[in-house]
């Protein structure tokens, strides 16, 4: 019996929701299926251990999950709790010590689920964003000085390396390889910005060279925004840096439906470091507590670890789950314009679950 050992963290917000709801799936997929099983550990770090602690995890956090062979995330965020503390100090305190430099976000219009856009349909939009998610504008390069005086300055300086840019081009040629279009569009902004935008444009040429059968393109992320909407299906992979592609899956999330939707991956491809899954929509406390949050997005988030876990039948399953659960859209929440619950959503799931043979 196959046997992982998988970090949970919740987090803040309606990640406390709908990750337990994902670890109820995952515990039944693994009950179904007997070739795996899972152990869970459940770790309180964020917000509210922040509000008791000062800090959003213990300082030896990452040595204690660097024996997982994932980590599942919700989210955080908190209305008390400054937004750029939450970051760096749960999420990005993972990621990053932990070189999960390739953040791959899929995008597809679930059955049962409209694309605002009129005409577009699962056919028209199937997008395999890939977030550069080591460096960028998230290196944490910079500073303030001169607080509060006239001429107080603050620097945020983004990076680019040859060796950050090199694995992330590789990492996403290599994807777009793996899909039947064979199809990658680099987003960049080489025209405003001149040194790392151009040294991203010119790695992305030379790794083009090693994979002669895929087609690229490069789109301004300007442009790429109206390309998105106007003419989603000339789309597959996209790889953009850390920043552009955070914006531009928004953009791709709720042309898809929803946000409550999207998943995301932050993988270390070498395995050197458990990768991390997480639902993209953040904390949403404007919602938490109501037990109306969309666990539709966690579960697809333990589909694709599911697949990184190497058991790609149980992950194709449990989409599979989810797809049949979306179909029917007396089981959509007020995300999507329905009036169904959290535990609703997590029930038909969990009763799709239950009837599989073997
Ligand atoms: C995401 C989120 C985060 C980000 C937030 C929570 C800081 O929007 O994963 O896309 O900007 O990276
Ligand atoms: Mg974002």
């Known amino acids: 019996m196959r046997k992982y050992n998988l970090a949970v963290i919740p987090g803040d917000g309606i990640g406390k929701e709908v990750i337990p709801a994902g670890v109820e799936v995952l515990a039944a997929i693994a009950k179904q299926d007997s070739g795996f099983d899972f152990e869970f550990s459940e770790f309180d770090w964020g917000s509210d251990y922040y509000n008791a602690h000062g800090i959003m995890m213990p300082d030896n956090g990452t040595e204690q999950l660097k024996r997982f062979d994932a980590i599942y995330f919700g989210a955080v965020g908190a209305p008390d709790v400054p937004d750029h503390i939450t970051l760096w100090g749960l999420r990005l305190a993972i990621c990053q010590p932990f070189d999960q430099y390739a953040n791959v976000r899929p995008t597809r219009i679930l059955p049962g689920i409209k694309s605002p856009l009129s005409g577009v349909g699962a056919a028209d939009l199937d997008w395999m964003i890939v977030r550069e998610n080591s460096e960028g504008e998230y290196a944490g390069q910079g500073g303030r000085s001169h607080r509060g005086l006239a001429e107080e300055v603050a620097t945020e300086v983004s990076i680019f390396t040859r060796a950050g840019v090199t694995r992330i081009m590789r990492f996403a040629f290599a994807l777009a390889q793996s899909r039947p279009r064979k199809l990658?569009?680099?987003?960049?902004?080489?025209?405003?910005?001149?040194?790392?935008?151009?040294?991203?444009?010119?790695?992305?040429?030379?790794?083009?060279?090693?994979?002669?059968?895929?087609?690229?393109?490069?789109?301004?992320?300007?442009?790429?925004?109206?390309?998105?909407?106007?003419?989603?299906?000339?789309?597959?992979?996209?790889?953009?840096?850390?920043?552009?592609?955070?914006?531009?899956?928004?953009?791709?999330?709720?042309?898809?439906?929803?946000?409550?939707?999207?998943?995301?991956?932050?993988?270390?491809?070498?395995?050197?470091?458990?990768?991390?899954?997480?639902?993209?929509?953040?904390?949403?406390?404007?919602?938490?507590?109501?037990?109306?949050?969309?666990?539709?997005?966690?579960?697809?988030?333990?589909?694709?670890?599911?697949?990184?876990?190497?058991?790609?039948?149980?992950?194709?399953?449990?989409?599979?789950?989810?797809?049949?659960?979306?179909?029917?859209?007396?089981?959509?929440?007020?995300?999507?314009?329905?009036?169904?619950?959290?535990?609703?959503?997590?029930?038909?799931?969990?009763?799709?679950?239950?009837?599989?043979?073997?």
């Open 184 to 358: 990658l569009t680099v987003v960049t902004k080489s025209n405003a910005q001149r040194f790392g935008m151009v040294l991203w444009d010119e790695i992305a040429a030379e790794v083009a060279g090693e994979f002669p059968d895929v087609q690229w393109d490069k789109m301004l992320v300007d442009a790429m925004t109206v390309r998105m909407v106007q003419d989603p299906s000339s789309l597959d992979t996209i790889v953009a840096t850390n920043l552009h592609a955070d914006i531009l899956s928004d953009l791709a999330a709720a042309l898809a439906g929803s946000i409550g939707i999207a998943p995301t991956a932050n993988l270390n491809p070498e395995g050197a470091f458990p990768s991390m899954f997480e639902p993209i929509h953040g904390s949403a406390f404007d919602i938490t507590g109501k037990g109306t949050a969309n666990p539709v997005a966690s579960f697809w988030s333990a589909s694709l670890m599911l697949d990184h876990l190497g058991e790609t039948a149980a992950a194709a399953r449990l989409m599979e789950a989810i797809e049949r659960v979306t179909a029917d859209t007396s089981l959509h929440t007020p995300d999507l314009g329905g009036m169904a619950t959290t535990r609703e959503v997590t029930d038909a799931v969990l009763e799709v679950i239950r009837g599989w043979n073997g």
